[in-house]
């Protein structure tokens, strides 16, 4: 076959495929990229709109399901695009659609879009009563669970429950699974040990229902049985029952090895399930020397499990993400930090400042504790004019996230690059404040910097604090919880420091790399050296005497080399 001319010779091929094991998958592969590559709106146009818009949906699933995640991404870009065409004057598409392509977008990651897209298919449930109404309402409570918006997973999840008593059918037991999982994740996660019992009875008969009416070796049932097993584990360690957390431990490796089996080494359940059992590995062996092999080989485990998942389901997955933290958490307690590797995830040029910033914005919309800045000015995260990362922070602090900045005092020796025009006279002990004070960076940056920062402390208190160094500051670093950035800057001159994109380079690691704890401890020094805001208004003309200083001895240094010719050197 040469080619694919119609979206169901594409189905049928994809779905061939999904039973067949042999070497003629990678040119069927092929061919259903080139279709996708291929494919536009106009060649839909004249189709039923819902009859397509079901195909296109399933196609979008049977591609995720071959691995060409780049393909079903595109089909659902493709679909979204042509039911909003289609529904510019009526609405056409039932919520049952949406729901399928808001599930989509959430299995490849893109989970505010999912969020977005579901959304959409609720409205839609809510004005048609329709019977899906409890599935969309358990699917926005596990993306929100998956996005760490616990507040709105559990009023989700409770709106489902309430849906539920009107729309509940034995023969869709998807939505009461879900919803349970996801409030037994909630009391794990907040430790609430009454309520995580209570949830653990609920979704152990959810599970063994969907079992039941599914199969044991359907995907979700394989993912439910290993969640219901890792919390059965978890109960049995924090209650130190050995005999049950051991028998847990081992149905978790047998769950790990039939997801391996039925469902292959790189599906997302798979992960998932090797993922528990590696972390349960390590919990089991204890803690002193002598369990230290068993723990290494709980990490060593972990490793191979974040490889897969980075190469199988891409580095800025959620699922990617949660397996990194856990390992650098693993990695941490068995490893001293100077004995971690130097990992850098990766390195963004110039060209990819957008990839960057869109990066950067993903960390502090995951973050749920504190954000660390160092950087020379801050305006991309202090003014909204800007528009870069002052949403994100803003949105950060109302989710009660702290945020702790250091950023370089206008008084430090940098000051002498300050731009002037060909009628100033050079920097010299006498104007060197004044031509701070009326340089574009103080007048147009440091200036809206503090007074944004003044605003947003009156609102948040103690969740934002800025300080001021007089040292010079080498790059910009941002640190989360689970990953850092850093941006060398390329020169001393201040106005070429800030208000612009990428000039050199910037490298993203995670918490798991040694350049994580460096960073981490470069910043707590930088901080206790730092003045407070209140600190440096009250010493304000002590730091530009002492600019002042700077430039007398840089002038006395330079006037002390010259000597005239003939006179004698001084000894």
């Given amino acids: 076959m040469n080619a694919l001319e119609t979206l169901n010779d594409a189905i049928e091929l994809a779905e061939g495929y999904l039973l067949e094991v042999g070497e003629s998958r990678p040119t069927g592969d092929d061919l259903l990229v080139r279709f996708v590559a291929c494919l536009r709106h106009r060649d839909l146009v004249g189709e039923p709109h819902q009859a397509i818009a079901q195909r296109l949906a399933h196609f979008a699933k049977l591609l995720s399901a071959l691995g060409l995640k780049q393909g079903s991404l595109t089909i659902v870009d493709l679909t979204l695009r042509h039911m909003e065409i289609s529904e510019a004057d009526q609405e056409i598409y039932p919520a049952a659609v949406w729901n399928d392509l808001g599930m989509l977008l959430a299995e490849h990651g893109d989970l505010e879009r999912a969020r977005l897209v579901l959304s959409c298919a609720l409205n839609r449930a809510r004005r048609s009563a329709a019977p899906e109404l409890a599935r969309i309402l358990s ?23 309430r849906a539920m008593g009107k729309y509940w059918s034995v023969d869709n037991p998807e939505a009461r699974l879900t919803t349970d999982w996801v409030l037994l994740d909630i009391a794990r996660i907040q430790q609430d040990v009454p309520a995580i019992g209570r949830a653990l009875d609920d979704f152990s008969k959810s599970a063994d229902q969907f079992v039941r009416v599914k199969g044991s070796h359907h995907p979700r049932a394989l993912a439910a049985l290993a969640a219901l097993t890792t919390a059965k584990f978890e109960m049995s360690a924090a209650s130190d029952d050995i005999d049950i957390s051991e028998r847990a431990l081992g149905d978790l490796e047998t769950i790990a090895l039939n997801a391996s089996a039925i469902l292959g080494s790189d599906h997302r359940q798979t992960i998932v399930s090797q993922a528990s059992l590696a972390e349960a590995e390590f919990t089991a062996a204890g803690q002193g020397p002598i369990f230290d092999a068993r723990r290494k080989r709980a990490v060593s485990l972990l490793e ?3 490889d897969n998942a980075t190469a199988t389901l891409g580095r800025d997955h959620p699922q990617t993400l949660e397996v990194r933290r856990t390992l650098a958490r693993l990695r941490a307690a068995v490893s001293p930090a100077q004995e971690l590797p130097y990992l850098i995830d990766q390195v963004y040029r110039p060209q990819q400042n957008t990839e960057r910033n869109e990066a950067k914005k993903a960390a502090l919309t995951r973050e749920r504790s504190i954000i660390r ?6 305006a991309s995260y202090f003014l909204s004019h800007v528009d870069l990362f002052y949403p994100a922070i803003i949105r950060a602090l109302e989710r009660h996230i702290h945020f702790h900045v250091v950023l370089s005092s206008p008084w430090n020796s940098l000051a002498v690059f300050s731009k002037r025009d060909a009628t100033t006279e050079k920097a010299n002990v006498q104007n060197i404040v004044d031509l701070v ?5 103080y007048l147009e940056t440091f200036l809206p910097v503090i007074q944004s920062y003044l605003r947003l402390q009156a609102q948040y208190g103690d969740l934002i604090e800025l300080r001021l160094t007089p040292m010079d500051i080498s790059g910009s670093t941002l640190l989360t919880t689970d990953m850092g950035f850093f941006e060398p800057y390329m020169t001393a001159n201040p106005d070429f420091r800030t208000r612009r994109g990428l000039s050199a380079f910037e490298i993203r690691f995670s918490q798991s790399s040694r350049y994580y704890d460096d960073s981490v401890a470069a910043f707590n020094t930088q901080w206790e050296l730092a003045s407070t805001w209140g600190q440096f208004g009250a010493h304000e003309e002590q730091h530009k005497q002492i600019l002042r200083d700077v430039v007398s001895a840089l002038s006395d240094d330079k006037q002390g080399k010259t000597v005239k010719e003939g006179a004698e050197r001084p000894r």
């Fill in 437 to 441: 004070e009326d340089s574009r960076y």
């Fill in 304 to 306: 191979t499990v974040a």
């Fill in 139 to 161: 699917n926005l409570s596990a993306v929100s669970l998956r996005a760490d918006d616990l507040e709105d997973a559990r009023i989700w999840a409770e709106q489902s429950v």
């Fill in 373 to 378: 800045l160092i950087a020379h000015a801050g």
